[in-house]
């Protein structure tokens, strides 16, 4: 089942600490994983296969 299209809902990073330092923020895009820097959410940003972002993740916990 395919999904109307939406605006991808962004969400910052746990890391981040609202102190206005650097910030990721990563949004679901249906085929992929939008990830892009919160002091610049009209610029560009990177997409990712899910899988690659899974792995991304899962090393930062092992950290």
């Not at 990830?35 to 990712?48: E, F, L, Y």
């Not at 296969?49 to 090393?59: D, E, G, L, P």
Request: proline share 8%; charged share 20%.
């Amino acid at each position: 089942m395919n999904r109307p299209p939406t605006s991808p809902q962004w969400r910052k990073s746990s890391y981040s600490n609202g102190t206005g330092g650097e910030c990721v923020e990563f949004a679901d895009l249906q085929s992929t994983v939008g990830v892009r820097d919160s002091k610049q959410p009209h610029g560009p940003h990177i997409a990712v296969r899910h899988n690659t972002w899974a792995r991304f993740v899962a090393s930062l916990r092992t950290q």
